[in-house]
T-cell receptor, first 116, second 111 residues
Framework: GAGVSQSPSNKVTEKGKDVELRCDPI?????LYWYRQSLGQGLEFLIY????????KSGLPSDRFSAERTGGSVSTLTIQRTQQEDSAVYLC??????????????FGSGTQLSVL | KQEVTQIPAALSVPEGENLVLNCSFT??????LQWFRQDPGKGLTSLLL?????REQTSGRLNASLDKSSGRSTLYIAASQPGDSATYLC??????????FGQGTRLTINP
């Protein structure tokens, strides 16, 4: 596709349920990021994948959060036993190479997660 | 720990004015600084990327400057238009290979 695609665009779930959020990066992009944007807050880094290297999971807020990237392409962010404080917009972004090599980051439109 | 601050948090100006958005960061050891635009309910769109060795970048009516030693960047928008209304975010890239974002400036251009 032409850009970063995220699905679903909106997800409403009940507290305690598990959810999966999907990200399709731009074809050929080796770097993939997940960020979270809560109402009135800035973007919070969650996890970073670069090629075949071990992901940087330093931003995941708890062990209820996990993510994987299969075949160096599609990524899934999983939140187990969702809590109301998990409600936020989850944004995925990809770049051709590491952002430190001055590659621009391209964002998807995000998944709005609402936990009731 | 890198911290990024954007001032003002919100700005409202009449159409046609030139304006400046400010971004400051605490750790000058950065690879680059990026400015993004976010429209309501949408993701972020990259506007300009300034490498650490550069002083400024221009794209159309937008000009971004970088003073790495003082930890400051500005985004200058010339001849503002209602379509420029959005939230503008700056972000810096350091050794951890991830962007650290400011809270953004919500810009409204009044016709």
């Amino acid at each position: 596709g032409a850009g970063v695609s995220q699905s679903p665009s909106n997800k409403v779930t009940e507290k305690g349920k598990d959810v999966e959020l999907r990200c399709d990066p731009i074809s050929g992009h080796t770097a993939l990021y997940w960020y979270r944007q809560s109402l009135g807050q800035g973007l919070e880094f969650l996890i970073y994948f670069q090629g075949n290297s071990a992901p940087d999971k330093s931003g995941l807020p708890s062990d209820r959060f996990s993510a994987e990237r299969t075949g160096g392409s599609v990524s899934t962010l999983t939140i187990q036993r969702t809590q109301q404080e998990d409600s936020a917009v989850y944004l995925c972004a990809s770049s051709l190479d590491r952002v430190a090599t001055n590659e621009k980051l391209f964002f998807g439109s995000g998944t709005q997660l609402s936990v009731l | 720990k890198q911290e990024v601050t954007q001032i003002p948090a919100a700005l409202s100006v009449p159409e046609g004015e030139n304006l400046v958005l400010n971004c400051s960061f605490t750790d000058s050891a950065i690879y680059n600084l990026q400015w993004f635009r976010q429209d309501p309910g949408k993701g972020l769109t990259s506007l300009l990327l300034i490498q650490s060795s550069q002083r400024e970048q221009t794209s159309g009516r937008l000009n971004a400057s970088l003073d790495k030693s003082s930890g400051r960047s500005t985004l200058y928008i010339a001849a503002s238009q209602p379509g420029d209304s959005a939230t503008y975010l700056c972000a810096v890239v350091g050794g951890a290979q991830k962007l650290v974002f400011g809270q953004g400036t919500r810009l409204t251009i009044n016709p």
